[in-house]
């Protein structure tokens, strides 16, 4: 936080010399850091609510998962009745029928599934679980950062050098997510119409005089950050950059708010961690089977990933999607043909470079005794092992020790 | 305690330095406060008065205040009790939610989920309903929420008493919990600062302790309800009791196994006993140990709030079943076995009256009033008097805002508002009438501090550096911009007075006339000159459009009625949407509506 404020006081300082405050920010960054980004980008979509795994990755080939699941569970594959029945991955799991359009990307190698993973804290509290999964500290409330923003702290890919852009993270929500906060630079936003200063040419052309005259302090150097942030963007029109590949999003929130990160990396911003989240999975009530309330949502979800990997075609050799949810939900469905609050739950990991096309994580079955005390699913890899692989293969980060303070992770080998 | 040491000419360069800004001193104030051994010119203590003990300046206020004398009014705003409150006290009667207790709220505004399982369930079994009345009363259902987030608000902009206000929101933010938790929390938020924070915002500081370890909002916020002995300790009631207690209990979790963690799965929850010593007083460096924690939490086991289930008001609850019967041992004392509902209270006594808790408390209170690094010997003297008044808030406050270092020139403006203190700031300046809707709160909840919405149990910042960034600035640019054309209900200009007055004149007496109004009358030259007259000072390109500034030098503004669909606030949008449709399609500002975006965006109004 001390080197933030100190260069935009540095920079600011020169400014009213008369020197082009982008031009210096860059040459003492430079400094630190000379060489190129290898452009690689993280996107980290949260689900939030507690997706009901159970449904989504479906063990078909567990005998006791119909006997917990009699008017909800997903019918075990058969050819006669395709779109009413899981879709087979390994003779074992399948998908749900709405996630067809992740299947492809599996048959493809670059997805891969991981199941009975999650937060080892034993919590059944939205709140708390997940405070934990982006603090990335179960059980510790004190964690002030995310990890994200940890990892920012690190450099990762910047590590042997680049020049970091206002737009290396990126959350496209109203405020900055829990797992992004924290001392290093982040840009939150709704949209990216919504990235501009709302005043006409000469009023705008007024404020910013007013952010690039006197005193060298936080709020005017922000302001002169903020002013170039808007024009960086602006000159790079992301907007510009249509869907590609045939690629279709669907109308809703989850799916604009991809289009538009596929739409910062096509820019070339700088962008280097992304993160969305989509809401609606808290399925206690009438959850449904192949069809109804939790089908839609998981359409609306696999159509957005389909979309934006077809989208963003070769670039996906550079880009990892990683989808979390707090935790999964009780084995048992409940008397309101629902789910309520459960442990472990499944994850998806997309990207050119991931080993997929099978499903990882250790099964640990669904009979009674197998079941974390006595009625949720059992929980195989933490969360903070994949977090960390994905952020030491993909993003180069060397040690993961700073992500996660006192975890020694165990990679999956997804990557 | 050492006495502080001033610098005698630190004024007038301090003030030189600071603002830049050269304003007629007459040589009495000088003189006077020079005496008082106060760096600040006599019109800069009036300003910061009213910026720290204020949510920010009204019209007249700098008048009134130079009147009569910042010393008395900082005396005056010291005893809340005696400030009649007119115009809040019917305006807070309006809002039903906000008045009822826990029970009421839950009778009145059942929670929305509960009536949208009743509109599913309706719908399954093909029965005739009214949906359309089970989704107005769930929309409904939001207003114990939405009310107290109002009169939060409504309070800040209208409330005569500044000052206690402050402390208010300066102790729901240091007893920070959060509104969304479960499906409670809502009920408990009103009662929380009217019952809880507000009698004891100026009182003693082991009442207000005491207050917040019984409130069913902190109790359910930080788990504490649920905190039982673990199994295998005693616990305290007869035999009998104990044994119907798990038979009741294994019962209920047989039927509902989802229940588990309400219906006792007995245990210890150290999250309240953490943040009781970490957050609320001895500090993280404030000398425990991870078993002081423990040891914390069990003494505190059995400390609830009464289910809705029995009869009677969602109350504090001690139950014994649940209590941790041993001995044990908290910050070297000795807690003996078999006490009860004694050792939380003990607890309490031993952490209110710990050294650590009256610095840490002095040092917050401190970064609140006079700077974010506040000057280590002011903090001292604060902390003893904490401890010598026995935790008494009222002398610690006064202690501080009456300090030498409250009145530095290092002091001075030195604080960077929060989006609560810049939206309440802009509707008191404007002088527009006290939001009764929603709509400001969301404001400030899409500027990033929604009023009980801070997750994490550590409040909302305290300090600039957390507040200030990329984003923020863009959206406290476009909040001013929004403001000046008309388009938030809550803190709009046109009801401003001044806007008459200063309408026709020419335009750098309207600039003139708005930063008196603003930012107290304390504009830089350079501020000024852009707001006369739109010149760039420095060579070169903007991020803004290439279009020539629409004002030219000494023009005579003028400014109209503003149209009349310039507001149409939709009741229903959410703090996202209000956002959005606040922002879209502003019209280019015209003459003062200019001036006024500009100032309300300017960096000068971001500070306090």
């Not at chain 1, 982006?134 to 990892?151: A, C, H, I, Q, V």
Request: net charge neutral; glycine share 10%.
């Amino acid at each position: 936080m001390q080197r933030r404020i100190f260069l935009k006081q540095g920079a600011f300082a020169l400014v009213t010399m008369g020197l082009n405050p982008s031009f210096l920010r860059r040459t003492v960054l430079d400094l630190e850091l000379p060489a190129a980004a290898k452009g690689k980008v993280l996107i980290c979509l949260f689900q939030r609510g507690a997706a009901d795994a159970l449904n989504v990755v479906v063990p078909f080939g567990d005998r006791d998962y119909y006997a917990l699941r009699p008017r909800i569970g997903i019918a075990a594959p058969s050819r006669g009745a395709v779109g009413s029945t899981a879709i087979d991955l390994d003779g074992f799991f399948g998908l749900h029928p709405s996630l067809a359009p992740l299947h492809t990307l599996y048959r493809d190698g670059i997805l891969a599934p991981i199941h009975a993973v999650g937060s080892p804290s034993a919590t059944r509290s939205h709140f708390d679980a997940q405070d934990y999964m982006e603090s990335g500290t179960p059980d510790n409330k004190g964690t002030r950062d995310g990890w994200l923003n940890r990892y920012l702290a690190t450099h990762g890919t910047c590590e042997s050098g680049c020049t970091p852009t206002p737009f290396r993270a990126v959350s496209m929500t109203q405020q900055t997510p829990r797992i992004l906060q924290g001392p290093q630079e982040t840009v939150a936003m709704n949209s990216l119409e919504e990235f501009s200063v709302r005043a006409a040419g000469s009023d705008a052309q007024r404020l910013e005089s007013l952010y690039r005259t006197g005193r060298a302090d936080l709020v005017h150097g922000s302001g002169t950050e903020m002013f170039e942030a808007v024009k960086m963007l602006k000159a790079a029109n992301p907007q510009q950059y249509r869907v590609a590949n045939g690629a279709q999003y669907p109308n809703s929130q989850f799916g604009t708010r991809l289009r538009q990160i596929a739409q910062l990396i096509k820019a070339n911003v700088g962008l280097e961690v992304a993160f969305a989240d989509i809401g609606g999975w808290d399925t206690h009530v009438n959850q449904g089977g192949a069809t109804g309330q939790l089908a839609n949502r998981l359409g609306d979800f696999a159509q957005s990933i389909a979309a934006l990997t077809q989208d963003l075609g070769d670039r996906m050799d550079d880009v990892v999607i990683l989808t979390m949810s707090e935790f999964g939900r009780m084995a048992r469905e409940n008397g309101s043909a629902g789910t309520d609050h459960g442990h472990a739950g499944s994850m998806f990991v997309i990207g050119g470079k991931v080993q997929g096309g099978r499903v990882l994580g250790r099964w640990p079955g669904l009979a009674r005794e197998q079941l974390f005390e006595g009625r949720d699913l059992a929980l195989t890899t933490d969360f903070r092992s994949v977090f960390s692989e994905v952020a030491q293969t993909h993003l180069g980060l060397r040690d993961s020790a700073a992500l996660f303070p006192g975890f020694t992770p165990s990679p999956l080998g997804v990557l | 305690m050492s006495a502080h040491r001033i610098r005698r000419f630190a004024p007038i360069a301090g003030a030189l330095l600071l603002c830049a800004v050269t304003l007629p001193a007459q040589r009495a104030d000088m003189a006077a406060a020079q005496a008082a051994d106060r760096e600040q010119t006599a019109d800069q203590q009036v300003r910061h008065v009213l910026s720290r003990l204020t949510f920010g300046a009204r019209l007249g206020d700098y008048e009134r205040v130079r009147a009569m004398g910042v010393d008395a009014f900082i005396a005056q705003q010291l005893q809340p009790g005696k400030i009649p409150d007119p115009v809040v006290t019917p305006l807070l009667k309006e809002l039903d939610a906000y008045n009822k207790t826990p029970a009421e709220l839950r009778r009145d505004y059942p929670p929305p989920a509960q009536l949208q399982q009743q509109l599913a369930r309706a719908q399954q079994s093909g029965a005739q309903v009214d949906s359309q009345a089970l989704r107005r009363q769930a929309a409904e259902g939001r207003r114990p929420y939405a009310d107290i987030q109002t009169a939060r608000v409504l309070r800040a902009v209208a409330t005569e008493r500044q000052l206690e206000e402050v402390l208010v929101d300066f102790w729901l933010n240091h007893f920070s919990v959060f509104g969304t938790k479960n499906a409670q929390m809502r009920y408990y938020l009103a009662q929380y600062e009217r019952e809880v924070i507000r009698p004891n915002a100026l009182g003693k500081f082991r009442d207000l302790l005491g207050a917040v370890a019984t409130s069913p909002a902190m109790l359910t916020y930080l788990d504490n309800f649920q905190s039982t002995a673990d199994t295998g300790r005693p616990t305290l009631g007869r035999p009998m009791e104990r044994a119907i207690a798990d038979r009741r209990r294994q019962q209920v979790l047989r039927q509902n196994p989802a229940l588990a963690n309400v219906a006792g799965r007995r245990g210890l929850n150290e999250n309240y006993a953490r943040e009781l010593l970490e957050l609320h007083t001895l500090g993280v460096d404030g000398g425990y140990t991870q078993q002081d924690v423990i040891e914390v939490a069990r003494a505190f086991t059995g400390w609830t709030v009464r289910p809705p289930a029995l009869a009677g008001n969602d109350d504090f609850l001690f139950n014994p079943l649940n209590h941790d019967a041993g001995e044990k041992k908290v910050l070297g004392t000795t807690l003996r076995a078999g006490r009860g509902v004694d050792d939380g209270e003990q607890v309490l006594d031993l952490l209110a009256a710990h050294p650590s808790t009256a610095r840490f408390i002095a040092h917050k209170l401190a970064v609140r009033f006079v700077s974010d690094e506040p000057p280590a010997a002011l903090v001292e003297r604060a902390a003893a008097v904490f401890t010598k008044t026995k935790g008494d808030i009222r002398e610690v406050v006064r202690t501080i805002i009456t300090s030498p270092e409250f009145f530095s020139a290092d002091a001075y403006r030195a604080k960077v508002k929060s989006p609560f203190e810049l939206v309440v700031s802009a509707a008191r300046a404007t002088g527009a009438a006290p939001d009764r809707s929603p709509q400001t709160a969301q404001m400030i909840a899409a500027l990033g501090q929604p009023v009980f919405g801070r997750q994490t149990p550590d409040g909302w910042p305290e300090t600039a550096d957390e507040w200030i960034n990329t984003g923020a600035i863009l959206n406290r640019i476009n909040f001013g911009v929004a403001v000046a054309a008309g388009r938030l209900p809550g803190v709009s200009a046109r009801s401003w007075p001044l806007m008459q007055e200063l309408a026709g004149r020419p335009r750098d007496e309207q600039v003139d006339g708005v930063a008196r109004a603003l930012l107290g009358g304390e504009i830089s030259p350079e501020t000024r000159q852009i707001l006369v007259d739109g010149n760039n000072p420095l060579a070169g390109g903007t991020a803004s459009d290439d279009e020539p500034p629409a004002m030219g030098r000494g023009r005579r503004a003028t400014m109209g009625p503003p149209p009349r669909d310039a507001v149409r606030p939709d009741p229903q949008m959410g703090a996202q949407g209000q956002m959005t449709r606040a922002f879209q399609n502003l019209p280019p500002l015209q003459g003062l509506q200019q001036i006024v975006g500009l100032a309300l965006g300017s960096p000068e109004f971001q500070r306090r």
